[in-house]
């Protein structure tokens, strides 16, 4: 989607700091890091949110979660723990319409999830 942020960025129209990339996927530093691992992970094809998945697109949610698990052995955390999350729509805060998984770790995590 020609103005879609994380379109942009999966066509490196937009600069980021790549972290792992499939021909299905592409992992990125976010620029706002809240811990000391604080990767973006989206697939290249536009999906808005989790509430876009369908039985037709589903199967990539099998190439993220692989790529998840790459990413977190790549970068140290996937002994220590990390957290996953989606953030759907606006009262789960998101603000990019491209379907996108935090992965956070590299600290002690607060134990609760709100
Ligand atoms: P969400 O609130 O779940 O939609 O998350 C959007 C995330 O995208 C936030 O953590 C932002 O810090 C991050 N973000 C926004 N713009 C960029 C960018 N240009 N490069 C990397 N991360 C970004
Ligand atoms: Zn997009």
Do not use: W
């Amino acid at each position: 989607m020609s103005d879609c942020l994380f379109c942009k960025i999966v066509n490196r129209e937009v600069p980021s700091t790549p972290v792992y990339e499939t021909d299905k996927v592409y992992a990125f530093l976010d620029i706002e890091p809240e811990a000391p691992v604080h990767v973006l992970i989206v697939p290249k094809q536009h999906i808005a949110s989790h509430n876009e998945l369908t039985a037709e697109n589903v199967d990539i949610m099998k190439d993220i979660h692989l790529a998840v698990n790459e990413i977190a052995k790549k970068l140290g955390v996937a002994e220590s723990g990390y957290r996953l999350i989606n953030n759907c729509g606006p009262n789960a805060g998101q603000t990019v319409l491209h379907l996108h998984y935090h992965i956070i770790g590299g600290r002690e995590l607060s134990t609760k999830i709100l």
